[in-house]
């Protein structure tokens, strides 16, 4: 959610600061445009905007690694590998194209296991109370 949302901020901002931020002018060697800015407080704040959307982009990326990690040891827990392997090629093909691998997580979270029954075992409950008092002579 926050890498979305770091990644909209700045594409706007972008685009603002490239609608308003300045003036394109012929380069001067014919081929193409140069990009002038007026160095006001527009142009600032979009800056400023750009450079907040990159930082929340990363650190949404970078907690998008770490729960992507924790799920792959999670399944690989299991029995059944299926789960594993799916988040192994969803997120390793994530890194290619980003939907596939934001997808594999959104099917884990919806429907895959929570890797916690394979590393539970049901102790017996004792039959007998134990005595809390020291034994008398």
């Known amino acids: ?10 594409g706007v901002s972008i685009a603002l600061m490239l609608a308003y931020g300045g003036t394109f ?3 001067p060697s014919g081929n193409g445009y140069d990009f002038e800015p007026r160095y006001d407080a527009f142009f600032a704040t979009m800056v400023t905007l750009i450079v907040a959307g990159g930082i929340a982009a990363t650190v949404g990326g970078l907690v998008q690694l770490v729960a992507w990690i924790g799920a792959l040891v999670n399944t690989y827990r299991l029995q059944d590998k299926t789960w594993f392997v799916v988040l192994l090629l969803g997120g390793l093909l994530g890194f290619a194209f980003g939907l596939i691998g934001f997808a594999a997580m959104v099917a884990y979270l919806i ?5 916690m029954a394979a590393g539970q075992q049901k102790i017996p409950a004792p039959t007998s109370r134990p005595s809390t008092l020291a034994p008398t002579s």
């Open 111 to 115: 429907a895959g296991p929570d890797g």
């Open 25 to 27: 002018t012929a380069a």
């Open 1 to 10: 959610m926050v890498l979305a949302l770091g990644l909209i901020v700045a």
